[in-house]
Structures are given as structure tokens and as C-alpha cells.
T-cell receptor, first 113, second 111 residues
Framework: NAGVMQNPRHLVRRRGQEARLRCSPM?????VYWYRQLPEEGLKFMVY????????ESGMPKERFSAEFPKEGPSILRIQQVVRGDSAAYFC???????????FGSGTQLSVL | RKEVEQDPGPFNVPEGATVAFNCTYS??????FFWYRQDCRKEPKLLMS???SGNEDGRFTAQLNRASQYISLLIRDSKLSDSATYLC????????????FGRGTSLIVHP
């Protein structure tokens, strides 16, 4: 039973490019959370999705950031026109239901040149 | 009070020592609490859930104090491999269920 899969593991983008981060939850999990972690800082909540629905996006910047979790396929976190400040580790976590334990993917390290 | 607050440490202890971390939280309605462990540059991994009655798993004990709104993690007989950052997780107040992470407490166990 595969765990939460994130790819790519590392992503390098130049300023102004787009970054797409993918997350496949554990089998049977329909809840997905995205978190961002800057060096020496804690995990900051970005967005919470269930299949085909955004439940809470209060932690996600209104500009340039979007997320989806389609009926088929992985959840995608999309960052348009990246800036240096977007450089961080982005972790995805899934759970089987609300108020259940989160299981994390190994993260995507985004570096913006 | 911040939603979740932890002493960042580092806690520097010798092997075999007992060490305890506290985590305070502001959401008095919180029902579920967790401790996660994060190794450098890796994903957080669940260490244990925290139940009202306390929870023990081998050398690790988690306690909840609702009156004072804190949870604690006790590690007995520390091993070198316990060196990591320990993250406290509490649901955010209001709205949908959003696990909120503390900044973590760094533990360094030395020989």
C-alpha cells in the first residue's frame, strides 16, 4: 500500500515561470492538505481539499496560487509567475476523513532562481 | 496566545536521559491532538496521538492538560536516534478541521 506520493522531489524554476506540484494521496484517502515550510520555520497551512472540492483555502495567497483535486488523478498545487519568496518545501498530506491522522508525502523542494 | 506554541530549544541531552516538551494551545474546544516527528529536510511522521487519559507507547508518553491548555511529550531513556524536531499539532479554532502545527522543538541526543 503506497504512501502519499509527491512529485517532483525537487523543482527549479526561474522567476516568472509556473510551478506545478503533484500529490497522490494514500489509497482510500479523500482528504488532502497542502502545507508550506520555509527554512527554520514550522509548517504553514495553505489549502484543504476533498475530491473535486476546495474546503478551505484561507492559508493560500489569493494571487498566483491555486489548487485542485480532480475526480481522477492527483491533487495539483499550481504557482504562477513564481518569485524568489516562493522557494520553500511544499508538503502534501492525506487523511481518510475529517479529524483523522494526516500522512505526509516526502515533499517538493521548490527553488526559484 | 498563539494557536500553537512550542519552545524551539534545542534541548541537548545525553543518551539515557529523560526529556519533556510542552506545547500550549489557544483553542479550548480542540478535541484531537498529535505529536509528529520531523527529521531534517524530511516529511513529518506521526509519533503519537494524545488522548484525554494520556497515551504511552514504549519510551514515549503524551499527556493532555485541558485546564491549562497544554500537551506534553515525555521521552525516557533517550537514544541517539531520537534526535529530531518534535511538532505539536492542534486543530485550528473555527471553521473546517485544519491541523495547525507548532514550530517544533529541536532535540539533540549526544553520546
Amino acid at each position: 500500500n503506497a504512501g502519499v506520493m509527491q512529485n517532483p522531489r525537487h523543482l527549479v524554476r526561474r522567476r516568472g515561470q509556473e510551478a506545478r506540484l503533484r500529490c497522490s494521496p494514500m489509497k482510500g484517502h479523500s482528504h488532502v492538505y497542502w502545507y508550506r515550510q520555509l527554512p527554520e520555520e514550522g509548517l504553514k497551512f495553505m489549502v484543504y481539499l476533498q475530491k473535486e472540492n476546495i474546503i478551505d483555502e484561507s492559508g493560500m495567497p489569493k494571487e498566483r496560487f491555486s489548487a485542485e483535486f480532480p475526480k481522477e488523478g492527483p491533487s495539483i498545487l499550481r504557482i504562477q509567475q513564481v518569485v524568489r519568496g516562493d522557494s520553500a518545501a511544499y508538503f502534501c498530506a492525506s487523511s481518510p476523513g475529517s479529524e483523522k491522522t494526516l500522512f505526509f508525502g516526502s515533499g517538493t523542494q521548490l527553488s526559484v532562481l | 496566545r498563539k494557536e500553537v506554541e512550542q519552545d524551539p530549544g534545542p534541548f541537548n541531552v545525553p543518551e539515557g536521559a529523560t526529556v519533556a516538551f510542552n506545547c500550549t494551545y489557544s483553542n479550548s474546544a480542540s478535541q484531537s491532538f498529535f505529536w509528529y516527528r520531523q527529521d531534517c529536510r524530511k516529511e513529518p511522521k506521526l509519533l503519537m496521538s494524545v488522548y484525554s487519559s494520556g497515551n504511552e507507547d514504549g519510551r514515549f508518553t503524551a499527556q493532555l492538560n485541558r485546564a491549562s491548555q497544554y500537551i506534553s511529550l515525555l521521552i525516557r531513556d533517550s537514544k541517539l536516534s531520537d534526535s529530531a524536531t518534535y511538532l505539536c499539532v492542534v486543530p485550528r479554532s473555527g471553521g473546517s478541521y485544519i491541523p495547525t502545527f507548532g514550530r517544533g522543538t529541536s532535540l539533540i541526543v549526544h553520546p
